[in-house]
């Protein structure tokens, strides 16, 4: 799973896809967090990720 970088007390989608991430028992070994939507779409790209969570407007 790929997910944005943000902070932990931010509110942010795509801090909280990595908290549901881990309160479904995937690992963190098994996250990548990058930048944002672009990297996200660059990792799933280049095979270093299987698919991302972000909120893309």
Sequence with gaps: MCATRDSPSSPAPGYAAVKVAHELGIADDKIMQVAGPPEIVQAIKADRA????????
């Design 50 to 57: 299987a698919g991302g969570a972000d909120y893309m407007t």
